[in-house]
């Protein structure tokens, strides 16, 4: 167990519709990160939030948000849901300054 | 671009030492290598990294070549619980968990 929570594991919705994943970071971790793996993409970096700043930004989309919230749990929005977006994303989080990040298990998003 | 490059898939005996070897010509001096796994659609599980000294923990035990060019995980006695997409990253010590990944090595331990 990293000690990094996703919710929920599953999720299945329809082509134009909108979710939010939820991430709650290890315990005095103040980084975020989340990421997208799909089957022809492999593992990609999406975002980080580090204190509820976003301090850096991979490849997401303009239809995906992310915050950061007060109490370090983050939310990942995605809106116009399309087929090619069905994935495992996973969220992961680290102490200030450190690489090593320690990663959730994963939401599998379903778009049908 | 790629900044390592790794074999696609390597098999390892249960109980033997498992050496993955991973190539990094184009590291800069402030990039570390690091090392995670995946185990079947799992979250990435860190392993292990280092600058340029051999390092080891309770899980493996990584080899750096004195020009940084390459590096080898050895994972000491496999298990089958070792079985995993093993992947290797080099990144700067500021990226934090800003981490590309790339293909990995899936690593299968065979009874």
């Known amino acids: 167990d990293s000690g990094v929570t996703q919710t929920p594991k599953h999720l299945i919705t329809a082509t134009g519709q909108r979710v939010t994943l939820r991430c709650s970071p290890r315990?005095?971790?103040?980084?975020v990160y989340w990421y997208q793996q799909s089957l022809d993409q492999g593992l990609q970096f999406l975002i980080q939030y580090y204190n509820g700043e976003e301090r850096a930004k991979g490849n997401i989309l303009e239809r995906f948000s992310a915050q950061q919230f007060p109490d370090l749990h983050s939310e990942l929005n995605l809106s116009s849901l399309e087929l090619g977006d069905s994935a495992l994303y996973f969220c992961?989080?680290?102490?200030?300054?450190?690489?090593?990040?320690?990663f959730g298990q994963g939401t599998r998003l379903t778009v049908v | 671009d790629a900044k390592t490059t790794q074999p696609t898939s390597m098999d390892c005996a249960e109980g033997r030492a498992a050496n993955l070897p991973c190539n990094h010509s184009t590291i800069s001096g402030n990039e570390y290598v690091y090392w995670y796994r995946q185990i079947h659609s799992q979250g990435p599980q860190y392993i292990i990294h280092g600058l340029k000294n051999n390092e080891t923990n309770e899980m493996a035990s990584l080899i750096i070549t004195e020009d940084r060019k390459s590096s080898t995980l050895i994972l000491p006695h496999a298990t089958l619980r070792d079985t995993a997409v093993y992947y290797c990253i080099v990144s700067a010590s500021d990226s934090w968990g800003k981490l590309q990944f790339g293909a990995g090595t899936q690593v299968v331990v065979t009874p």
């Open positions: 992961a989080s680290s102490v200030v300054g450190k690489t090593e990040a320690f």
């Open positions: 315990s005095g971790d103040l980084s």
